[in-house]
């Protein structure tokens, strides 16, 4: 079992260039989520998904794009990478959307653009 | 606005050394308070979910309590490997988390 994987770990990028953050669950979670840590801030909702063909916004979507094909699969894609979107980025899932039995965030990926 | 404060930022006990962690919140309508703890270079990892004022959960050293404008996490008895940044979170209406910034705890032996 496990749990919430996220890859890359680390990824450095160009200003404009794109690319997919991959989170996978093998939990069978409906619902899932993306966020992003910056220092002395809080988590930041991305984008959220209730369900494998269902997605919206969370507080920070701009420059974010999400898909969920599947239940197990919830992949973050940057359209045109800027210095602002440096950050750490996590994935989460619940079994459902309350998280009241909490959500299981993955390891992390790591994103500096240059 | 949903909205999250947690202090303070950064405390430092000695081993043994009981404390507490505030989390001050505004929520339109609570329907649960989350913390989490999360270690260097990790994803955050559950602990608790309060959803009324007056409730307590406990864990090993750790017990959380929650009142209608803040909750408190006390840590008793700390040891090294209670060492982390821990996270609060509130939902409201809409579902979604609002964390706070979270405040890093640092036990010396």
């Known amino acids: ?114 | 606005e949903d909205q999250v404060t947690q202090s303070p930022e950064a405390l430092r006990l000695q081993e043994g050394e009981s404390s507490s962690l505030n989390c001050s919140y505004t929520v339109s309508g609570l329907r649960g308070l989350f913390w989490y703890r999360q270690d260097p270079g990790k994803g955050p990892e559950f602990l608790f979910t309060l959803y009324s004022a007056g409730e307590e959960k406990e864990k090993e050293r750790l017990k959380a309590t929650l009142t209608k404008k803040e909750s408190f996490l006390h840590i008793t008895a700390p040891k090294p490997e209670d060492s982390a940044t821990y996270l609060c979170a509130v939902q409201g209406l809409g579902y979604k988390l609002s964390f706070g910034a979270g405040t890093t705890v640092t036990v010396r032996a």
Not at chain 1, 5 to 19: A, D, E, H, I, R
Not at chain 1, 48 to 72: C, F, K, L, M
Request: contains cysteine.
């Open chain 1, 1 to 114: 079992n496990a749990g919430v994987t996220q890859t890359p770990k680390f990824q450095v990028l160009k200003t404009g260039q794109s690319m997919t953050l991959q989170c996978a669950q093998d939990m069978n979670h409906e619902y899932m989520s993306w966020y992003r840590q910056d220092p002395g801030m809080g988590l930041r909702l991305i984008h959220y998904s209730v369900g494998a063909g269902i997605t919206d916004q969370g507080e920070v979507p701009n420059g974010y794009n999400v898909s969920r094909s599947t239940t197990e699969d919830f992949p973050l894609r940057l359209l045109s990478a800027a210095p602002s979107q440096t950050s750490v980025y996590f994935c989460a899932s619940s079994y459902s959307d309350s998280g009241w039995d909490g959500y299981t965030f993955g390891s992390g990926t790591r994103l500096t653009v240059v």
